[in-house]
Structure formats: C-alpha cells, structure tokens
C-alpha cells in the first residue's frame, strides 16, 4: 500500500462564482506545491428555502473527517439562509478534522475573514469626497453575518460625519441582481431624496445600476452607485462599479495554509483577517486617472537614472493595483524590466513582458483589466527623452492591443464553450428521450464528450440503497481513457472508487445527482478546463438518470439509427483530436512488442541451427530484417516525440542516409529528391533522433511548396564544411552569435512557391500556420533543435522561384578512427533465477526462453500483482527481475516499489516499448537497476542482465 497523501476539502455552495473559483485555484496551487490531494465539493447554500437545493447538500454528508485531513468551509457564501448557530453546528460536524472558516467568524474554529471595518472607506469617500448626504443602503439577507457587520459598518460611518440615516432608505436585495434591481425600483417609488446607493455587494449595486438607467437617471451625476467585491462584471458595466475589492486569491492560500499548520499541531490564531481595498471607478463620480502621450508635450527634464525610475515605477504600479497572492508575485518588477529592455532597443520586450504575465498568472478578464491600467499608470508616469516618444507610443499602442486580443480571445472561448455545450446537451436532450437507450450507454457518451472538453478524470457514481451509504460506480475516464471495467461499489464517504486511486496526488471536484426528493449518486471530476460545462452536466446528468428509469421498458425501433449515429460523431472527433504523434508512438510501442518475440525466438533458432544447415542463410536474413524494422520503429518514436534525447558523436551524411528511403516515400510523387554529401565529412555533436525530426520537417514543408505549385519539382539535400564568420552569423537565427570557425553545414533547397517576406519573419514562431488546420509548431521545433545543438539556421527565399534553409554546426575534433575492440559479454551467464514479468503472452515466454538460454531459470508473471505475489513466495530465490512498465493493474513501476518494500536487494530492469526517456515520465521514485528498451536480442538482454548481476555482486562484496 501506498502511503496516504494528505487530503483537503474545500466546501462551496458553487463552482463557477469568482469567489469559488479564485479561492479554488489559490488553494489548488497551494495543494500542488504541497503534494496534498483536493476534493472541491460543490452543494447548495445551507437552509436554502428551495428544496432541491437541500436534495443537492446531501453530498456534504459524504465528507469523512476521518478520511479527510482538513476541510475548508466557505461560510461565507453558504450562510445566506442560516444564522451563526447553524454554521456553527455544521463546522464542528466535521471535526476531528482540521478546519478553517472563510467568511464567518466560527467558535474555536480558525476563521480568515474580510476586515469589513474597511467598508467605511468607500461611505467615507462618498461623503467627504463627492459631498453626499442622502446615501441608501442595499443589505444582504438579514441572516447573513458579513451582510450585517457591513452594514453596522455603514451606520457608524454616517454617524462619525453627524449624518442621520432614513429608514426609508434602506432596502433588502438578498446579494442578488434581480432583488438588488427590485430594491433600488423600492426607493425610488418612495420618493426620498437619494444622491449615492450603497450596496452590500457588486451584484446589488449592479442590479440598481439596471434600475436607475431604466428610469432615467444618470449616473453618478444624479446618484452616485457602489459595491462591494470587486467581480468580474463590475470592471464592464457601464459605468464601471466604484468597489471593495476582495483579495480572494490571498483568502485561499492564507486559508490553506492555516489548515496545515493545524493538521502539523500548531497551535493558529482563531482570527485572521485580510483588508479589501477601495477602487475608484466612474460611478462614484470618480475618472480614470489621465493619459497623457509619454509627457510628449511636457517641459523636457532630465530623467533620472534607470534603476531610480525603475523603483519609482514599480512602487506605482504596486501601490495603485493590487495583483495579490503567490501566483501573481514579481509581476510589477516583471513588466517594468521588460519596459526598459524595449526601450533600450530589445524589439517587443514589452508585449512579450505582458504575455509572460498574461500566462504565468490566474486568467481573467478582470487580469487583462488591472494590466491595462497597469499600462496607463506607467504610460503617465515614465520619463523619456522626445525622441524615444514615437517608440514609446508604438510601444503602448502594441501593448493595448495584445491585452484586447487576450480578451477577444477569453470572451471567444467562453462563448464557444457555452455554444459547444449547448449543442451537446440539447443534441443528448434529444437522444435521452428515446426509450431504447440504456442508461450506461448515455452515460458514456456524456464521458466521451467530456474527454473532448479535456477531462483527464472522472466517475459517475449512483446510490445502491435508500440510506445512501454506498455507491456503485458505472462509467468512468482515467488518465484521457474509459475505463474498460468501471463498476466497482464502495462506501460513499470515499467519494470515488479504489481504481481511480494511486500514490500520485489527485484534485477531484465533486457534484451531488439528484431529482426532485431522491439522491441519486455522484460525479466527480478532475479540475479541467471545461468549469463551466460541469454544474450543467450535473444538472443534465440528474435529470437524464431519472427519464431513463422512467422510459427504460419503451420500443426501441430507433436503437440502430442512434447508435450509427453516434459511432460516425465519436470517430469525427477521434479524428480531430488524434495527432500523428501520438497515433506514431502507439504504432511503435506495438510494434517494439511484437518485434521482441520476433527477435528473441530467431535468435533461439539461430542458436540451435547447425552450422552446416541451408536454412541458416534465410534465419539469418529475418534476423537483418527484424533489425531494420527496428530501426524503422525508432524513427517512428522519434517522429512522435518519445525517443530518448541522447547527445554523440554524429555524422549529418549517416543521419541523412539512414533517412533517405523514408523522406523518398514522404514527399509527393511528383518531387524528386537529390542528395549531394560530402565525402568524409567531419562529426558533430547530437542527437540523432532530433536531426532525423529537422530534415523530415524540412523536406515534407518544401514537398508541399512544390506540390502547390502543381508541377514537378527537385529538393536538394546538401552536407559539406563552410568556414563562416561573425558576419554571417549576424544574418542567422541563433541562440547567440556564434565564434567564426569551421562548420559543418546542411542545406535543404527547393523550386517551390517560396515565402513572402512578411511570412518569412514569422514562420519560426509556435502556432504560427499558413496552411489549413496546422499547428504552426514544425519549423518552432526545428529552431528550437538548432538551437539546443548551438548550431545557427539562415533562410533565404524567393516567391515563385524556391527557398534554402541551410543549418550550421558546430563540428568536432578529429579523433581516432582506429577500430576499437568492442566490450564483450557472455550469452552464458550461469545458475540463478530471475523472474520475468510482462502482460504479452508471447513477449514473456520468449523472453523467459532467451534467459534459459543464458543459464538461468525462470519464473513468470503477467501483472504487477502476480509479480509481488511470486516475490513474498520465494523468498530469497529471485536473482533479478525483468518487468514491462505498463501492465494493466498494478504496473511495473508500481510493482518495482512494492517489491523493494519486500526485498530491497533484488535487482529489478525495467523494459517498454518506449524509450527510457518516455518511460521516466512516470517519474517513479524507486529507480530500477537498468532500463532495456524493447526489442530486444539475445545480445542486448544478456548484456544488461550481466552487467546487472555483476553490480549486485560487485555491491555485495563491498
């Protein structure tokens, strides 16, 4: 067994506010960075009066104290309906877990709370700054703790300026739009003189921002608007929300970590509060602070030193915007060195500052919002010389628009997201009503449109009784695939079944099935891109679980129509989203297992055959030809990006020979392909898995150039040593400007269409395509290699008449060409045992043939489990274990450190149809003795197997 990984929970009456979300993802990162796994429970607000939201909370019964380390309650939002009493009682439900309340002050429960004293800073500044008198107020539900203490904080402050507060003034929206809309259309029916609204949070005050505009009255002349939290919406209504800001990412990571400290046995302070912060918009009354061009037109001063105004400028932007939390740490410093790098002459330094920042932190538009004004502030308040101002001013102009194409692009996404998942639920609405489906079938289609909106993991899960204390699970998706034999039942407080478990860390958010009175079950699933599919499906999934009990027993004369139906849309989006790679590296990692038990049994036979036999010649030529083959699976794992990256001594015409019969196949038929190599050129330094990726790259994209031209064509493919100089290399794309020297140069040139000039600037950047349905990461790879082998790449083209790319590296030193005697090992190796463990019927037995061939016999297992099984049986009989990597159940990395637990002296070699590399993305802890990649001879397994006994022997004497 695994050692348990710490587990949080966080509480939450939704999974799509921006409360919830950015909370979610400061505590998910903090999660990350303490290897502790995250359940994120989506229910209702507690006491709710509708009853299908208390059918809803029913999942956070399911919560085990005992199985879960700490738990963190958003009290805050799921207090509307109940008093302190009832958050009380359902905070200490779940002790003896840690626990942190967020929002609510809870007895002898650590509370991280909003200092809402902070509150009086934005009534202070109606009355003191924009002179109003008459303020209404717009509370939350009288229930609520932080509705009340806000507005206690609201009283008090009319009262320290000697104002008196009408009654008549004051109005209930319950936090909600419509009820913030039906409050202010209250007032205004009362006819009581009104200069401001104060609302207790945003959607209220924009609820009265829709009231007033409907009647007539401008804002803030007439009446002056506010809020509290700052949401999304505030930064574009119009006009935009005077606010309190909230720090909820800081929230969530002060939340966590006060969890951890209790669950470490520190002793934490019951409160901890965090201050929101007043910002000034336009419906105070309050403008934008002014723009001005660079100061262009303002009285020359002589600036001062750089690292003076970088301070100053920095110190700006962090007192002005408050971007809070880990995540977003170093940004101000970030933006404002990458504004003096342009203007110190590094080409859009600045937009690709801002795109750093865009990527590293939580994305949003209110993100690209406060960036904006980020860029204001700056751009009002930087010293610079009159001629820099026309650069200065491109500069911005280029900045504003790469923040207005991030939010085109955040709205775009939403929007198709929101139109792909209508399309998916009213086309199953559609489907689910027919009687002859089944309810297993719909379910997996919905796991099929999930994995298509990116999530990796998930389970459905239904009540086997009443009581609801188990479930049973019916389908589900793990790691991108459904999983074959999904039904497992289990008790309901584990929330997801053992086959979803491992010893990696797991972040699940959780939804209750419900319909009418009855709970039906569970989905789970991992935190993905699609949130805002999620609460939908669960909705959709309730509702559909119930029609299909309903219409299970209806005419089903429609069944074969549907399913056609479905088998065609699911291979569409098979064929989407399948890339070549992928489909390349599946395609060899088979192969590789087959070729094994080709390559393994041939040697045997080869063995055995007497000299003299006339069938040694035909063997022998099979043997050849497993070995090409072999060589041919390599560049397929190359291609798909799995093959170990391995620097040597290389030489460009070997590299380009070996490809020769591939790229020949590659290009079209009406291409024909020359190549002119330099005799005895030199090595260089590389891998050759990476220099086969370039020139395939390279002649497949001057193949197509040629093909549109639709005629004939010729690709040259040119190796020879060139002397260059710096110069030159000025001309070319590089990691640095190289030394002059020597090189070894490769040049592929073509007679197709050629590349404009405005293309040509742009065609090593990622995602960059011209052609239909690319994915612009070709020649971004092949910069990339270039660069990583210190090499340089110069291209030259012209329209209509071809282009050249020509790479230059580095070469090296001559060395001794002597033929070295090559390391020998005996194929006999001598007594001992050793257990081989593989789930290929045929790969194990040839396997354990070739071992009884050294001399050694064999014990076989085709899992994981039998393999730990045979382990604890012979004790101290097994020498060493040769074990596949992926298995189903348990796998070999999985099972190499169980065995270690039982016998840390076994050697253990690990082989896969992948390279060693691909292999290592299991990132297993326990590191095997040897990686032998398959296929593998004779040859090559009784020279790891020796060079394994020898190292255990060699360890034991020392």
């Given at each position: 067994?695994?050692?348990r990984?710490?587990?949080?929970a966080?509480?939450?009456?939704s999974?799509?506010?921006?409360?919830?979300?950015?909370?979610?993802?400061?505590?998910?990162?903090?999660?990350?960075t303490?290897?502790?796994?995250?359940?994120?429970?989506?229910?209702?607000?507690?006491?709710?009066?509708?009853?299908?939201?208390?059918?809803?909370?029913?999942?956070?019964?399911?919560?085990?104290?005992?199985?879960?380390?700490?738990?963190?309650?958003?009290?805050?939002?799921?207090?509307?309906?109940?008093?302190?009493?009832?958050?009380?009682?359902f905070?200490?439900?779940?002790?003896?877990?840690?626990?942190?309340?967020?929002?609510?002050?809870?007895?002898?429960?650590?509370?991280?709370?909003?200092?809402?004293?902070?509150?009086?800073?934005?009534?202070?500044?109606?009355?003191?700054?924009?002179?109003?008198?008459?303020?209404?107020?717009?509370?939350?539900?009288?229930?609520?703790?932080?509705?009340q203490?806000?507005?206690?904080?609201?009283?008090?402050?009319?009262r320290?300026?000697?104002?008196?507060?009408d009654?008549?003034?004051?109005?209930?929206?319950?936090?909600?739009?419509?009820?913030?809309?039906?409050?202010?259309?209250?007032?205004?029916?009362?006819?009581?003189?009104?200069?401001?609204?104060?609302?207790?949070?945003?959607?209220?005050?924009?609820?009265?921002?829709?009231?007033?505009?409907?009647?007539?009255i401008?804002?803030?002349?007439?009446?002056?608007?506010?809020?509290?939290?700052?949401?999304?919406?505030?930064?574009?209504?119009?006009?935009?929300?005077?606010?309190?800001?909230?720090?909820?990412?800081?929230?969530?990571?002060?939340?966590?970590?006060?969890?951890?400290?209790?669950?470490?046995?520190?002793?934490?302070?019951?409160?901890?509060?965090?201050?929101?912060?007043?910002?000034?918009?336009?419906?105070?009354?309050?403008?934008?602070?002014?723009?001005?061009?660079?100061?262009?037109?303002?009285?020359?001063?002589?600036?001062a030193?750089i690292?003076?105004?970088?301070?100053?400028?920095?110190?700006?932007?962090?007192?002005?915007?408050?971007?809070?939390?880990?995540?977003?740490?170093?940004?101000?410093?970030?933006?404002?060195?990458?504004?003096?790098?342009?203007?110190?002459?590094?080409?859009?330094?600045?937009?690709?500052?801002?795109?750093?920042?865009?990527?590293?932190?939580?994305?949003?538009?209110?993100?690209?919002?406060?960036?904006?004004?980020?860029?204001?502030?700056?751009?009002?308040?930087?010293?610079?010389?009159?001629?820099?101002?026309?650069?200065?001013?491109?500069?911005?102009?280029?900045?504003?628009?790469?923040?207005?194409?991030?939010?085109?692009?955040?709205?775009?996404?939403?929007?198709?997201?929101?139109?792909?998942?209508?399309?998916?639920?009213?086309?199953?609405?559609?489907d689910?009503?027919?009687p002859?489906?089944?309810?297993?079938?719909?379910?997996?289609?919905?796991?099929?449109?999930?994995l298509?909106?990116?999530?990796?993991?998930?389970?459905?899960?239904?009540?086997?009784?009443?009581?609801?204390?188990?479930?049973?699970?019916?389908?589900?998706?793990?790691?991108?695939?459904?999983?074959?034999?999904?039904?497992?039942?289990?008790?309901?407080?584990?929330?997801?079944?053992?086959?979803?478990?491992?010893?990696?860390?797991?972040?699940?958010?959780?939804?209750?099935?419900?319909?009418?009175?009855?709970?039906?079950?569970?989905?789970?699933?991992?935190?993905?891109?699609?949130?805002?599919?999620?609460?939908?499906?669960?909705?959709?999934?309730?509702?559909?679980?119930?029609?299909?009990?309903?219409?299970?027993?209806?005419?089903?004369?429609?069944?074969?129509?549907?399913?056609?139906?479905?088998?065609?849309?699911?291979?569409?989006?098979?064929?989407?989203?399948?890339s070549?790679?992928?489909?390349?590296?599946?395609?060899?990692?088979?192969?590789?297992?087959?070729?094994?038990?080709?390559?393994?049994?041939?040697?045997?036979?080869?063995?055995?055959?007497?000299?003299?036999d006339?069938?040694?010649?035909?063997?022998?030529?099979?043997?050849?030809?497993?070995?090409?083959?072999?060589?041919?699976?390599?560049?397929?794992?190359?291609?798909?990006?799995?093959?170990?990256?391995?620097?040597?001594?290389?030489?460009?015409?070997?590299?380009?020979?070996?490809?020769?019969?591939?790229?020949?196949?590659?290009?079209?038929?009406?291409?024909?392909?020359?190549?002119?190599?330099t005799?005895?050129?030199?090595?260089?330094?590389?891998?050759?898995?990476?220099?086969?990726?370039?020139?395939?790259?390279?002649?497949?994209?001057?193949?197509?150039?040629?093909?549109?031209?639709?005629?004939?064509?010729?690709?040259?493919?040119?190796?020879?040593?060139?002397?260059?100089?710096?110069?030159?290399?000025?001309?070319?794309?590089?990691?640095?400007?190289?030394?002059?020297?020597?090189?070894?140069?490769?040049?592929?040139i073509?007679?197709?269409?050629?590349?404009?000039?405005?293309?040509?600037?742009?065609?090593?950047?990622?995602?960059?395509?011209?052609?239909?349905?690319?994915?612009?990461?070709?020649?971004?790879?092949?910069?990339?290699?270039?660069?990583?082998?210190?090499?340089?790449?110069?291209?030259?083209?012209?329209?209509?008449?071809?282009?050249?790319?020509?790479?230059a590296?580095?070469?090296?030193?001559?060395?001794?060409?002597?033929?070295?005697?090559?390391?020998?090992?005996?194929?006999?190796?001598?007594a001992?045992?050793?257990?081989?463990?593989?789930?290929?019927?045929?790969?194990?037995?040839?396997?354990?043939?070739?071992?009884?061939?050294?001399?050694?016999?064999?014990?076989?297992?085709q899992?994981?489990?039998?393999?730990?099984?045979?382990?604890?049986?012979?004790?101290?009989?097994?020498?060493?274990?040769?074990?596949?990597?992926?298995?189903?159940g348990?796998?070999g990395?999985?099972?190499?450190s169980?065995?270690?637990?039982?016998?840390?002296?076994?050697?253990?070699?690990?082989?896969?149809?992948?390279?060693?590399?691909?292999?290592?993305?299991?990132?297993?802890?326990?590191?095997?003795?040897a990686?032998?990649?398959?296929?593998?001879?004779?040859?090559?397994?009784?020279?790891?197997?020796?060079?394994?006994?020898?190292?255990?022997?060699?360890?034991?004497?020392?």
């Amino acid at each position: 067994m695994h050692p348990r990984k710490r587990t949080i929970a966080v509480l939450s009456d939704s999974f799509l506010g921006e409360y919830q979300t950015l909370i979610r993802t400061s505590v998910e990162a903090f999660a990350k960075t303490h290897d502790c796994n995250l359940q994120f429970v989506v229910g209702r607000e507690l006491d709710s009066p509708l009853f299908h939201d208390q059918v809803q909370n029913g999942i956070f019964e399911q919560i085990d104290p005992v199985l879960t380390d700490g738990i963190i309650i958003l009290t805050g939002a799921l207090s509307n309906y109940c008093g302190p009493g009832r958050i009380s009682q359902f905070c200490n439900h779940y002790r003896p877990a840690s626990i942190c309340s967020v929002g609510i002050a809870v007895p002898e429960v650590p509370s991280v709370l909003i200092r809402n004293p902070s509150f009086g800073e934005l009534v202070e500044h109606l009355i003191t700054v924009h002179e109003k008198k008459h303020i209404a107020f717009l509370g939350g539900p009288r229930s609520n703790t932080e509705a009340q203490q806000r507005r206690e904080v609201f009283l008090e402050t009319l009262r320290a300026h000697h104002l008196l507060f009408d009654l008549r003034l004051e109005a209930c929206g319950e936090f909600l739009v419509h009820k913030g809309f039906e409050a202010t259309m209250q007032l205004l029916s009362k006819n009581v003189p009104m200069d401001a609204i104060v609302a207790a949070n945003d959607d209220m005050a924009i609820g009265a921002l829709t009231a007033l505009q409907q009647e007539g009255i401008r804002i803030p002349e007439d009446i002056a608007v506010t809020g509290f939290d700052d949401l999304c919406e505030s930064r574009f209504v119009s006009p935009r929300l005077t606010t309190m800001r909230q720090p909820f990412e800081t929230i969530g990571d002060k939340a966590a970590s006060l969890l951890w400290r209790q669950m470490d046995g520190e002793t934490v302070p019951l409160i901890t509060e965090v201050s929101p912060r007043l910002v000034l918009r336009r419906s105070c009354g309050c403008r934008p602070p002014a723009l001005r061009p660079g100061n262009r037109n303002a009285t020359h001063k002589e600036p001062a030193t750089i690292e003076t105004q970088k301070m100053q400028l920095e110190a700006v932007l962090l007192t002005q915007i408050k971007l809070a939390g880990k995540a977003y740490e170093g940004w101000a410093s970030r933006l404002v060195d990458a504004l003096f790098q342009e203007l110190e002459g590094e080409k859009n330094a600045f937009t690709s500052g801002l795109r750093e920042i865009l990527s590293s932190c939580i994305p949003g538009p209110w993100l690209i919002d406060e960036l904006h004004t980020a860029i204001s502030y700056l751009r009002s308040q930087l010293q610079i010389k009159p001629e820099q101002a026309e650069t200065v001013e491109d500069m911005w102009h280029r900045g504003r628009i790469l923040l207005f194409d991030s939010m085109a692009r955040l709205h775009i996404d939403e929007r198709l997201a929101l139109i792909r998942t209508n399309k998916i639920l009213v086309m199953r609405s559609l489907d689910s009503t027919r009687p002859e489906l089944s309810r297993n079938l719909l379910l997996k289609e919905i796991i099929h449109e999930l994995l298509t909106v990116g999530v990796r993991n998930a389970v459905i899960s239904v009540f086997t009784n009443e009581s609801c204390q188990q479930l049973e699970s019916v389908v589900a998706i793990r790691e991108g695939r459904p999983v074959a034999d999904s039904q497992q039942t289990y008790p309901s407080t584990q929330l997801i079944p053992d086959f979803m478990r491992s010893n990696e860390r797991n972040s699940y958010v959780y939804f209750s099935l419900a319909s009418g009175e009855e709970r039906l079950g569970i989905l789970a699933l991992d935190g993905g891109n699609a949130g805002s599919y999620y609460e939908m499906l669960s909705e959709y999934l309730s509702a559909n679980i119930k029609l299909i009990t309903l219409y299970q027993d209806q005419q089903r004369k429609f069944r074969f129509e549907a399913r056609e139906r479905q088998r065609a849309l699911e291979l569409q989006h098979r064929q989407k989203l399948e890339s070549l790679g992928v489909l390349a590296g599946g395609v060899a990692h088979d192969f590789n297992n087959m070729l094994s038990v080709m390559a393994g049994n041939l040697d045997i036979i080869h063995m055995e055959m007497p000299e003299e036999d006339t069938m040694r010649e035909p063997l022998q030529e099979c043997r050849n030809t497993v070995k090409r083959a072999t060589g041919l699976v390599q560049q397929l794992l190359a291609y798909s990006g799995k093959s170990k990256f391995s620097v040597a001594r290389t030489n460009l015409n070997a590299v380009i020979q070996d490809l020769e019969d591939f790229l020949k196949m590659a290009v079209s038929k009406n291409v024909r392909l020359k190549f002119q190599l330099t005799h005895e050129l030199p090595d260089v330094e590389a891998d050759t898995a990476q220099l086969n990726q370039i020139f395939v790259n390279l002649v497949i994209n001057a193949s197509e150039a040629i093909e549109e031209l639709g005629r004939e064509g010729l690709i040259r493919v040119e190796t020879t040593t060139t002397l260059l100089d710096e110069d030159y290399f000025k001309r070319t794309i590089s990691q640095e400007i190289l030394q002059s020297g020597e090189y070894v140069v490769a040049r592929i040139i073509d007679n197709g269409t050629g590349i404009d000039k405005d293309t040509l600037s742009q065609i090593f950047d990622p995602f960059y395509t011209t052609k239909f349905g690319g994915r612009g990461l070709g020649l971004a790879a092949v910069l990339g290699i270039v660069r990583g082998h210190r090499g340089s790449i110069l291209v030259d083209s012209q329209l209509g008449k071809g282009t050249t790319f020509e790479l230059a590296f580095p070469l090296l030193p001559t060395q001794d060409d002597s033929p070295r005697k090559p390391v020998s090992r005996p194929t006999q190796i001598g007594a001992g045992t050793i257990l081989i463990v593989d789930d290929e019927k045929a790969v194990l037995k040839a396997g354990a043939r070739l071992l009884q061939k050294m001399g050694f016999s064999t014990l076989e297992a085709q899992n994981g489990q039998q393999a730990i099984h045979l382990v604890q049986d012979f004790p101290d009989v097994i020498n060493c274990i040769l074990m596949d990597i992926t298995m189903p159940g348990i796998g070999g990395i999985a099972a190499m450190s169980e065995i270690r637990k039982i016998d840390a002296k076994i050697p253990v070699v690990l082989t896969s149809g992948y390279s060693e590399e691909s292999a290592e993305q299991e990132d297993y802890k326990v590191k095997p003795a040897a990686f032998l990649q398959k296929p593998y001879n004779l040859e090559s397994l009784a020279g790891i197997i020796y060079d394994v006994m020898h190292l255990q022997e060699s360890n034991i004497h020392n």
